[in-house]
RNA sequence: GGAGAGGUGGCAGAGUGGUCGAAUGCGCCGCACUCGAAAUGCGGUAUAGGGGCAACCCUAUCGUGGGUUCGAAUCCCACCCUCUCCGCCA
């Protein structure tokens, strides 16, 4: 969410910032409204004055006994508030219509993020760790995977495409990779764990920038079936005396079978745990930010992959549901450039310990998230593929979910309050890394050997063996 | 799911139609007393929006959204949340 009062005062500056993030000239549309808008607020609020002024008199003369002078003040108040529906009905059109454009406007791109259009344009600024030299073809995942105990058969019969269904020892490792990070991240980098709601209200995935514009991406759930709107829409779309009682029952079965979304129960199913970590926050003024607010979670993640279809079908990489150890800072704004730079450490802290090869890309504006200033993405080398692939995305948004959210902070000895920076990032992707671990540590013969810092949460077990 | 109770400032808690942004207590800040501290006394202590160079003024906010009324923390409706008991359940 934008400043308004910014966008107010540089309306030139926001476009050209806008125009950079690929949103057009929207500044003159914005600026109207507001002012249209506060025109209307002026308005109303001058009448309430006035009516507030003469109902209190009305209060006076009514204890006093005076009724004719009290009925006189009431004739008076009747026309003050004659002119406000009017008014109120401008104030919420504008509003409205404001509030629709700035929900769906990107977060403004910081100045050292490059120009350009897509992924090809991403900057590569550091790379780390040695591609190991094998003495036979590495396989991919997807082929070395079912033989380990990676069941995409199985997951597919279960739920479709994009699910896994895991088993034996890779399993395990899965899990053993996932605790490994959690216990980094709040071990050796002071973040605090946190076991967090998966399943989010409408707020929540409004505030980390997920609604209204990305809801297509995100699994949405329903709680049984809110029988009195279902007769709203039975009669909105077929009126009672033309439906037959089987054309009921058909749309009786349709809001059953979920095809008829009933919106009264609605949550969601977090896209990503940074929506439940830095919604904690929301609404809240923190009173010391001396140190930042480090949150980190391993969960469940589920996307739809709606804008993916067809990328990546094959293997592990892009599932439906995902798990993630997520990293969340809250911090001051003076803080959270350094703080962004520290987070992408303590991720690449992860791949560092398993020693898998890794660079650091600086994203171009055409690459960046919705609700980001900044992002470094992780890339891990995968030698059976031959690529590298995305398996970290550190991101500063700066002020933009905090304005959503309302989440501000008390400046040192200062009255006044100000919105916070909220960062996030992923200390890792588990799949992914299960996926890199697999490539990079695979024998001639199929098997995988384990990453030594892994060992300790795998009972003895040093390697993954074909099942069979 | 059934029955009941309730949601008021940082916290506790009063307030059932008017001068209530809201008593009182606690907490916090300042001042006085004191060598210093405690105790005591006095004063202050919400957020947001709009207007003004400023002092300051206006508006809104008592879970949320509607409604009744000249006027709503207070009455009515819907929703959300919390607590207690019963039922069900990992």
Redesign the pocket.
Known sequence: MHD??FIRANPDQFDAAMRRRGAGSVADRIVALDARK?EA??K???A??Q??????A???A??RGDTAR?EA??AE??EI?ASMPEWEEAERVADEELEAILAGLPNVAAEDVPEGADENDNVEVARCGEKREFDFEPQEHPDLGPALGMDFKTGTKLSGARFTFLRGDIARLHRALAQFMLDQQTEENGYTECNPPVLVNDEAMYGTDKLPKFAEDSFSTS??IDWESFDEIVNEIMPVGSRSELQRDLIREKVRLGVIENK??RRWLVPTSEVSLTASVADE?LDDLSEPVRLTAHTLCFRSEAGAAGRDTRGFIRQHQFEKVELVSICRPEDSEAEHERMTKCAEGILEALGLPYRRMLLCVGDMGFGARKTYDLEVWLPGQNAWREISSCSNTGDFQARRMDT?YRPDGE???AFVHTLNGSGLAVGRTLVAVLENYQNEDGSVDIPEVLHRYMGGVTRLERLG
């Open positions: 308004i009062v506060r607020t002026t109303i609020q001058q309430q004055s009516r507030n002024e003469a109902s209190k009305i209060g006076q009514m204890s009290a003040l009431k108040v009747a508030k709680v049984g009264k129960n003024i501000r009255k006044r309050t």
